[in-house]
Nanobody, 131 residues
Framework: QSQFVESGGGLVQVGGSLTLSCEISGYTLDYYNLGWFRQVPGKENEAVSC???????????YYAGFVQGRFAISRDKAKNTMYLQMNNLEPEDTGVYYC?????????????????????WGQGIRVTVSS
């Protein structure tokens, strides 16, 4: 059975930290790159960060401009799990975060890391940052 098991969300105060995890099963991850996306109130789905899971630049990362060095994406290939370490959280980071598979194409990661490129994604996990 294919599924995404997301965890680590919750309520945190401004300036706090959370680490999101996403364990993926039922997919051959060698065909994909990985990403985190989010939907915050009043906005469309947007990319947060992606990581190249395969290819010559395996491990390379992309971050959306609003991240500004606060987040770090990583993955554990042996565990089929990806992570998003989020530090210095702001109220504007409040929303639902999704892990997703994006195509394993040899394109610039910035061009792959878009909501339109998502192939499969989890049901989402809520992050609330209180001021």
């Amino acid at each position: 059975q294919s599924q995404f098991v997301e965890s680590g969300g919750g309520l945190v105060q401004v300036g706090g930290s959370l680490t999101l995890s996403c364990e993926i099963s039922g997919y051959t991850l060698d065909y994909y790159n990985l990403g985190w996306f989010r939907q915050v109130p009043g906005k469309e789905n947007e990319a947060v960060s992606c990581i190249r899971h395969i290819g010559q630049t395996e491990g390379s990362t992309y971050y959306a401009g609003f991240v500004q060095g606060r987040f770090a994406i990583s993955r554990d290939k042996a565990k089929n799990t990806m992570y998003l370490q989020m530090n210095n959280l702001e109220p504007e980071d409040t929303g639902v975060y999704y892990c997703a598979l994006i195509p394993g194409l040899p394109l610039h990661l910035e061009n792959l890391c878009t909501p339109e490129r998502r192939v499969r994604w989890g049901q989402g996990i809520r992050v609330t940052v209180s001021s």
